[in-house]
């Protein structure tokens, strides 16, 4: 698979409409819901319908919840895979190879620690059929960017889309997502942008997946990747990462802070923070 993060005058794929109302209302969604009446209603609704979802290579399912005032559709996916090794689609092998839900969960409750949890979706942990899993919205999608490319669609405010994408960019080197594939990043009805499926993200390495990647930064994000603190996270993530996961995460934002603050040191802050 191709990876979304290029530069950003070329097109990104992106399917999967498994979003998140955020409580600015970005999406469009009217859903009189809080964030955290979202995450109560995901874990206990009643799951009155549900199918497999004809996208995502870890066979999530689109779940029908209702508890009787609301009915709306979640994705559902329980895939918690660890091998010694395991060889990729792209021939790469990989060791201590983990495909897990946990990482959905613990890539929502990072977000929020440096607040960017307005570009993902509420990831929360359920029982259904058995099964342990995470389980997020489901949010139409004003298309996915095979359409959009298809389509040959560029986005009516470019700075908006690029600001957005340089977002997503931090955020991926921070979690190091061994699979960030273009059908992770998903556009709504006003071109807000979601990143989603953080199942093989959290690697142990301490490195920096793309560097060269890293060229903007929200003068916010860098601010709250500065504050994050190893315990804070630790605790957040409790039972969904492990302290060498914790370990790396911190191990990665070290670098990423310092690559910006290289950059802007070169360029000046103009140039590099917005």
């Not at 890293?214 to 630790?234: T, Y």
């Amino acid at each position: 698979m191709q990876e979304y993060l290029r530069p950003l005058t070329r097109p990104l794929l992106a399917v999967l409409a498994c979003v998140i109302l955020s409580i600015a209302g970005r999406a469009g969604d009217n859903t009189p819901l809080t964030k955290e009446q979202v995450k109560q209603f995901l874990q206990t609704a009643e799951v009155i319908k549900s199918k497999p979802s004809s996208k995502g290579i870890t066979h999530p399912w689109r779940l029908t919840l209702s508890n009787g005032t609301i009915t709306h559709d979640a994705s559902f996916q329980s895939v918690d895979e660890h091998k010694s090794e395991m060889k990729l689609a792209s021939g790469k092998v990989e060791i201590d190879f983990v495909d897990s839900y946990k990482y959905n969960i613990a890539a929502y409750q990072l977000a929020e620690l440096v607040g960017l949890d307005d570009m993902l979706p509420v990831y929360v942990e359920r029982k259904w059929q058995g099964k342990t899993g995470s389980i997020s919205w489901w949010l139409p999608v004003k298309m996915d960017d095979v359409e959009r490319v298809e389509k040959k669609i560029e986005p009516p405010d470019p700075d908006k889309w690029n600001k957005q994408m340089y977002r997503i960019r931090v955020f991926d080197e921070l979690v190091y997502d061994t699979d960030p594939n273009l059908t992770n990043v998903l556009i709504g009805e006003d071109w807000s942008v979601w990143r989603v499926d953080f199942s093989r993200a959290f690697r142990k390495n301490k490195d920096l997946r793309a560097p060269k990647n890293l060229v903007k930064c929200d003068r916010q994000l860098l601010e709250k990747l500065k504050a994050l603190k190893a315990d804070e996270l630790a605790g957040e993530t409790k039972g969904y990462l492990t302290k060498d996961e914790v370990n790396a995460v911190m191990a990665r934002r070290d670098k990423i802070v310092a690559t910006f603050q290289s950059l802007i040191a070169e360029k000046g802050e103009k140039e590099i923070l917005y």
